[in-house]
């Protein structure tokens, strides 16, 4: 078996309330960079949120990471896409919405690429949509299905799905639709897969064979027929398999 | 062209909060089936919530509506569910996972059946993934990709899609998930289908070419490219296609 490189840091939000885009992520991404001499990004803008086009999207990423001295460059500027992936040293995918970005990626062939970029060390940074897609299947995004992917699986890169933006139930909320803990419920009727709810501000520090949970709060585990769980920050979440 | 003769019920919600399933819709369906000599529902559980069996999920339905004198047969009990749909005086289809509901319909090739039932004079009435199913696609649900449709299409007996639960925006909320309605403007960057935001409690009632908003809420109304528009209760809302 191929040894197990992945550097990567997988968030719930790039944005926290009242906060820059990647404001809360900058220190980490800084040393990240530093120590390992990385001057430039791929960007995958794929999932872009409200009509913004992928260069809108790709130079707001670049104005957010202006501090940091590094190059950003779209995906969709490139001839050969799955070679940028190869190639590239550090690769970020953004939020948005996550059928959109599947869709796109399955379309063009790059689950597969991104995937083994991932496992031979290549830095990968993704949010919301982003670290959805480091799960097993999208199946546990919040998204609204606008666009149907050929496929739901997605690049398996951890061995668990991610709910990002999770939300705990509203108290004394009136409205009848489901809670997001209801939802992941209703995937575990089809579904054997683990689901770790990723609370906005929480991110997974993913180095080698560890999953490292980071940030302010506990993440909630969703396992097929058991009472979900709270996992504490600085917990190995990779036993969640 | 065939006469249209649709006879529709399509609600945001089985269940209002602090009521009984379908309490708020028992006059209405008692003075469809007392006028029409109905005396027995065909019942599509295929959105099942929460794990609960077909059958049981039938169960359910026959007990809220045990004051109507009304027999419930579930279609899971059929041996030929075409058929079934076919004979129906009235159909009912409940809610639960649109993305559920939606791949049984396709595997078992209803959604057409379905849609000549309706257009043809049967009774159909739905709530929440079994008001979706009216429209052109199920690409505005709020549920989770729990399982994967070999097709989003729906049956079209609405000439638009409809948003069950409509939620409006949080005050104050700083959670950064997308809103329903920068859910549906997203739908509406790769999509022209116009959608309906029903409200909890809000419902139409469609008889002929005629589509009213009935309950105590006004809806919303998202349509490509312009500004979101609030439809009053009592409006044909027929023009939206």
Known sequence: MRANQRDMIVASTSTLHGQRPLEYLLDELKSVFTNQSIKSLLFIPFARPGGITHDQYTQKIGDALKSLDIEVKG??????????????????????????LVKQLHDHKLMQPLREAIYSGTFYLGTSAGSNICGLTMQTTNDMPILQPTSFKTTGVLGYNI?????????????????????????????????????EGSYLRVKGTEEILKGPHSARVFKAGVEPTEIQTDTDVSFLK
Chains 1, 2 share one sequence.
């Open 75 to 100: 995906i969709q500027q490139m001839q050969n896409t799955v070679e940028a992936i190869q190639n590239a040293k550090a690769i970020f995918t953004g939020g948005g919405n996550t059928f959109v």
């Open 163 to 199: 709910n990002a933006h999770y939300l705990d139930p509203i108290e004394g909320s009136q409205h009848m639709g489901e809670t997001r803990e209801q939802r992941i419920k209703e995937f575990h009727t089809y579904n054997s897969v683990p689901v770790l709810g990723l609370r």
